[in-house]
């Protein structure tokens, strides 16, 4: 079956909203260009009404441009594999694919297979959590990854010497690869469970909670992070831009969450929080 290619034009900080809207339209693979992103739906899943309506709501908040191109079905496992290079995070955690050399020499190795799931530590988002785990204490922790994509975090976390790691993420796919990807580290989750942190019904405390989405998720989100974390315990945020971080730190002040740090990597933000 031909896959239907969308070549979007949009103003930066709508790349991440609008990709997750798509999402909800059945898009399945996301690439991120220079002028916004690219996204793939097959074609007996795509509705061009469907399309312009939601692209309709928000030109009234930005500039969007778009162009449909069919494209065969093709093996994207080869594809992105062609253009996978491992990364190295403060010379201290590798990340690499299956296919990569081994380097034992680094003190965190972590393999990933991303497939269509979003965290190989290339993003911004994710190689500035990925570093920001390396200052917090995670030894002996119980800790929860939200949105956890690839799985890489919650990977990480366990490489730090987490007690456990759990995951939660909105779709099939992400659930699967997050758990072939603890396989691959020999990391044994708790949970990995499909579904959105407020329906999900979780009862335990957390230590350590890492979330790394988008800033209106996050907005919701963030008073059930703060439930659902130990007193003293530590929030990771990511997945929002630097002129966003206003808003969540108010959002945070509100629910007795202090900024321990942040980082700012190509106007994206990672930011540690404690509960106080």
Known sequence: MDFIQI??????????????????????????????????????????????????????QTRIWYELKKIPKVNWNEEWEKNYDPILVDDKIYVRATFHEAKPTYPYEIIITPKMSFGTGHHETTHQLLALQLEVDHQGKKVLDVGSGTGILAIMAAKLGASSVAATDIDDWCVENSL?????????????????????????????????????????????????????????????????????????????????????????????????
């Open 180 to 276: 072939e990807n603890f396989a691959l580290n020999a990391v044994e989750p708790a949970f990995v469970e499909k579904g959105v942190i407020r329906t999900l019904g979780l009862k335990d405390q957390y230590d350590v909670i890492i979330a790394n989405i988008n800033t209106n998720v996050l907005l919701d989100e963030i008073a059930v992070y703060a439930t659902l974390l130990v007193d003293q315990g530590y929030l990771f945020l990511s997945g929002f831009y630097e002129m966003d971080l206003c808003q969540i730190l108010e959002m945070t002040t509100k629910h007795n969450l202090k900024e321990v740090k942040h980082t700012t990597r190509k106007n994206w933000v990672g930011l540690v929080l404690q509960k106080v």
């Open 7 to 60: 070549n979007v034009h949009c103003d930066p900080p709508f790349r991440d909203i609008l990709t997750a809207e798509m999402g909800y339209l059945a898009y399945d693979s996301f690439v991120e260009t220079e002028v916004g992103f690219e996204a793939y739906i097959s074609e007996d899943k795509f509705s061009h009404p469907g399309l312009q309506s939601l692209f309709n709501d928000y030109r009234k």
